[in-house]
């Protein structure tokens, strides 16, 4: 054999046995060996999880404690003793549902009601930022419960932002192959469908990601990244690589308070709660422009904490209102024709390419199943969801991975009619077939890019799949099913002519 056939083979055996392993589970669990997850079903096939974000119109403890103060100075001001103060509600994130007053009588709770020291609608900044707040008042001897919320401005504008974000932040995860299907509810609701996805905890961490940016300075928010303009990574002399940001109007002015009053002080950033860097104030920062240094951090650990930051400040802050566990929405009976219908299909296939084509017909059929190892092995990789739309894309992918080959094998039949000997044949064949298979799968990518971009969930699934398929078909024709054919000429590449229904080569 010869040695470029030796090494060509060793490359293809090698890649074929990483790409098995990433599909093979080694238990009942779905854990492999590697840390890639196998191939998931879709929401049409094997259900997953949905969810119902709302905004959440409560404050966080920053503001709920300076509500306190104002309420304070109310009830201090006709004379009632100070009560005793406690938040409303168990803690989500870093929010709870208002406040509560325990007076010292029924009395002094009656009075402090009467002299209006709970409005049922107050207007107040809360960290710089004027907020209109309504407050629902509800006494029960000497206890005054305030539930509060706050009106949120251009909701509608918000919410088309956090969708887009939220959406984004998936399939970036994902390469795109998730095919969540994230929509607005028509009700000021953010829909969340995350096909595969068996418990709550799993589809939050997914969307973690997404969540709200804040800065603490001793634990406690200081800022958070609604009015963050920009974050993206720099390099600077002496200080290696940075996160350069750029805050606008309110926060810029917060962000130059805050600095100003806490030097040398650490200031925290957090993804909801997971915290992301804790730098040092070195410098007050003026006109909401800064950096943050990371000493000898690599450029891929800063790149990644920008991208973080930048995508993940929501302009609203969002809760899980309703979360909801997704049944197929095909049944098992109509998946598992579908599966029956393939597998026949793809024998019928097989039995095709043999009984035309003899031998390279064979090895056509052993290069699609690499092929399928191939594309099963890419989606195993970027944690790919499989549905109905995907499965077309990988069906119609096969079709042209199998067109290649058919029009590599007439190539070089045509070349073998005109007189040319066996090895060359191949070699112009091949040469001849790759322009016209390069033409016809470039204008279906050109497709597929359309559907990727403009489309989405399943639309984009499809075509993410489609495109893999299109891309791996075309490794697989030209070079797999190459390697075949020439490893099987390579000592009497004459004789092997009558496969290709020449008899004699001049």
Do not use: C
């Not at 944690?383 to 199998?402: C, D, E, N």
């Amino acid at each position: 054999m010869r040695s470029d056939l030796r090494w060509k083979g060793a490359v293809i055996f090698l890649a074929v046995l990483i790409f098995a392993l990433l599909i093979i589970p080694v238990s009942d669990d779905g854990k492999n060996i590697f840390r890639f997850q196998p191939i998931r079903l879709g929401l049409d096939l094997k259900g997953g999880i949905e969810l119902l974000l709302a905004p959440d119109y409560r404050l966080n403890i920053n503001g709920l404690d300076e509500l306190h103060e104002q309420l304070l100075t109310k009830i201090k001001a006709a004379h009632i003793a100070e009560p005793e103060m406690d938040y409303l509600g168990s803690l989500d994130g870093d929010r709870y549902e208002g406040i509560k007053y325990t007076f010292n009588s029924a009395e002094d709770a009656q009075r402090a009601v009467n002299v209006n020291a709970f409005p049922s609608r107050l207007k107040m900044d809360v960290m710089g930022e004027a907020k209109q707040l309504n407050l629902k008042t509800e006494m029960k001897g000497k206890v005054v419960n305030l539930t509060v919320t706050q009106e949120l401005q251009d909701l509608d504008d918000a919410l088309q932002r956090s969708l887009a974000i939220i959406n984004h932040r998936i399939n970036q995860a994902s390469a795109g192959m998730a095919e969540a299907d994230v929509r607005l509810d028509g009700k000021g609701r953010i829909n969340v469908q995350l096909p595969g996805i068996k418990t709550l905890q799993e589809a939050r961490e997914l969307i973690a990601a997404t969540g709200r940016l804040t800065f603490r300075i001793d634990n406690r928010i200081v800022l958070d990244g609604t009015d963050m303009r920009d974050a993206n990574i720099g390099f600077e002399q002496g200080k290696g690589y940075v996160i350069r940001f750029d805050f606008k109007g309110n926060g810029a002015r917060m962000l130059e308070k805050i600095t100003t009053e806490n030097v040398g002080k650490k200031m925290a950033v957090y993804l909801d709660e997971t915290m992301l860097m804790d730098p040092i104030i070195q410098d007050p920062i003026p006109n909401g422009s800064g950096i943050i240094t990371f000493g000898n951090a690599t450029k891929e650990e800063v790149e990644k904490n920008a991208i973080l930051m930048k995508s993940g400040a929501l302009p609203i802050s969002l809760r899980v209102v309703q979360s909801t566990q997704v049944e197929p929405t095909l049944g098992q009976e109509i998946v598992h024709k579908s599966i029956v219908s393939g597998i026949i299909g793809i024998i019928l296939v097989i039995i095709f390419m043999i009984l035309f084509y003899s031998i390279p017909g064979l090895f056509a059929d052993l290069a699609l199943l690499m092929y399928a190892i191939f594309v099963i092995g890419f989606m195993a990789l970027f944690r790919g969801v499989l549905t109905l739309p995907g499965i077309a894309g990988l069906i119609l992918s096969i079709g042209m991975a199998l067109d290649a080959n058919i029009i590599i094998f007439e190539r070089i039949k045509d070349e073998l009619r005109n007189g040319k000997r066996m090895r060359a044949a191949v070699h112009s064949g091949f040469d001849r077939a790759y322009i016209t298979i390069l033409d016809s799968n470039i204008t279906t990518l050109i497709a597929a890019a359309v559907l990727f971009f403009f489309g989405n969930g399943p639309v984009q699934g499809f075509a993410v799949t489609l495109t893999i398929g299109i891309l791996v078909s075309m490794v697989t024709a030209i070079f797999v099913s190459r390697f075949f054919l020439e490893w099987r000429m390579d000592k009497d590449p004459d004789r092997y002519a009558r496969y290709f229904g020449v008899k004699e080569v001049a």
